[in-house]
């Protein structure tokens, strides 16, 4: 570790300084605020140990400063006047640690220990947001389309605010990636996202998955688990398809998002969580809560902000631009250079009706990228369903049920408005039209 020491009395320097060279970290010491500054300015820390008094100077006012200079670095706070107010004003500052003078080498080399590891995590969470950001293409959030434009305004205006936001579109319009934009835009950006799909659990899971149970409180309940909920704490849970969020859980979120109290499946202790909701269908919740299958109180305490994103069809101007920022994610990730779409590939891009939306484009180019042989994407790199005249598949065709399925769900999907209506029409429910998406990619 790379540690400062801030301390007037050459003693403590040395002492710190002998005891932490000792264990094999690198120290730079200094007697006074002006040195801190300009080492911090010149060198990374990893951890500054911090005396109060310097002189007539007061080590609480330079916290934020070696915080602003020395970015990832943490603060331990040593003082022989430790009162208790001083110690909370200290961590209320950005300090990590506190320790009263007297200590001794190993109460120092413990709060090392410490830092170290929060340093490991802080390194492992950087290295994670790596490979998320090579696994994702970025969020391409720019448009021509006036509803569009507006909702991404609107998703910049309540990103800094706690409010429960619900996006409302069709399936793959990019409400997932809206909702982890709005997190990334506030100032939670740096605490936990995390995404829990209703019909993607059973109906008895998905109430201990978000609230989490206590060991015992059903057959497989083997041990305690927080839930989502506890595993968001300071950051934002988003709760995509709430439409198919089970009546029996819905009172317990509404409660949620009134008066962020909750409580464990199987426990009676009620918990508090600072968590923001960002909730998303593809449905009509209005006719849901008509129809009583979702609760009207909770249906108004959700839509206060909502935000409506276009399907790709609504904004065929955009789909140029789009495809061309995707691109370069893609060909990154088969190692080739590619330079765009040819004319005809591009042709059929604007033409295609986009039932899938961004998700069915995204799939459409990462395939294309695997298959262009040239420095363009060409007509044949993209799926036959961009070029139907090429490849009907009609009814009696010698092809898979599965082609047929999903030619028939693609085609459905284009033409009805709500996920909900096109499960009606299949004639199955929206967990099994959910999961057959997928399947297939759309
Ligand atoms: N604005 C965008 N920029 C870049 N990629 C996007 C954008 N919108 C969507 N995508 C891509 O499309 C995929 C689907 O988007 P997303 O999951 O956000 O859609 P959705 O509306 O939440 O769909 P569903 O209702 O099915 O959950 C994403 O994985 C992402 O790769």
Redesign the pocket.
Same mark, same amino acid.
């Not at 994702?136 to 959030?141: F, I, K, Q």
């Not at 579109?169 to 982890?180: C, H, I, N």
């Given at each position: 570790m790379n540690i400062l020491v801030i301390d007037d009395e050459l003693n403590i320097r040395k002492t710190i300084a002998y005891c932490l060279e000792g264990a094999g970290h690198r120290v730079a010491a200094v007697g006074n605020a002006r040195d801190a500054r300009d080492v911090t300015q010149r060198q990374g820390f990893d951890l500054a140990f911090l005396d109060l008094r310097l002189g007539t100077d007061d080590g609480l006012d330079l916290i934020p400063e070696l915080l602003n200079n020395a970015p990832g670095i943490q603060v331990a706070v040593i003082t022989a006047y430790a009162t208790i107010s001083t110690a909370v004003e200290a961590m209320r500052r950005g300090a990590v640690d506190y320790l009263p003078k007297p200590f001794t080498p190993e109460q120092i080399l413990l709060m090392v220990q410490r830092a170290e590891t929060v340093c490991r995590l802080q390194r492992q969470v950087e290295g994670l947001r790596a490979d998320l950001a090579r696994t994702?293409? !970025? %969020?391409?959030?720019h448009s021509r389309h006036p509803e569009m434009v507006r909702a991404i305004h609107l998703a910049r205006q309540v990103a800094p605010t706690p409010s429960t936001v619900l996006?409302l579109?069709?399936?793959?319009?990019?409400?997932? $990636?809206? %909702?982890?934009s709005i997190h990334n835009w506030g100032d939670r950006w740096d605490k936990p996202f995390g995404v829990v799909?209703c019909p993607s659990l059973s109906h008895d899971l998905l109430e201990s998955e978000l609230f989490g149970h206590i060991r015992g409180a059903f057959t497989h309940a083997v041990r305690d688990a927080p839930g989502r909920i506890a595993a968001c704490e300071g950051g934002t849970l988003f709760l995509?398809?709430i439409a198919d969020l089970p009546l029996a859980v819905q009172p317990k979120l509404l409660r949620f998002l009134q008066d962020r109290e909750y409580e464990r499946v199987g426990e009676s202790h009620t918990r508090h969580a600072d968590v923001r909701i960002i909730a !998303?269908?593809?449905a009509d919740l209005e006719r849901a809560v008509r129809e009583g299958r979702f609760r009207e109180d909770l249906y108004f305490r959700l839509a206060v902000f909502e935000i409506r994103?276009p399907s790709l069809a609504e904004r065929p101007d955009d789909v140029e631009a789009?495809a061309a !920022?995707?691109l370069p994610f893609f060909a990154a990730q088969c190692h080739k250079n590619l330079q765009g779409f040819t004319d005809a590939a591009l042709r059929a891009l604007r033409e295609h009706a986009w039932p899938g939306? $961004?998700?069915e484009?995204?799939n459409a180019l990462e395939r294309a990228a695997i298959l262009c042989t040239s420095d363009r994407i060409d007509l044949p790199d993209l799926p036959p369903s961009l070029t139907p005249q090429n490849n009907p598949v009609m009814l009696g065709d010698p092809v898979s049920l599965e082609a047929v399925e999903e030619r028939h769900i693609r085609l459905v999907l284009g033409n009805t408005r709500t996920?909900q209506d096109a499960a009606e029409i299949l004639g199955v429910d929206q967990a099994t039209l959910?999961r057959k998406?997928r399947q297939y990619s759309i």
């Open positions: 994702e293409p !970025a %969020a391409h959030l996006l579109g069709a399936s793959g319009t990019g409400k997932g $990636v809206l %909702a982890r799909s995509d398809e !998303a269908t593809n994103m789009l !920022a995707l939306n $961004v998700r484009l995204r996920f959910w998406r």
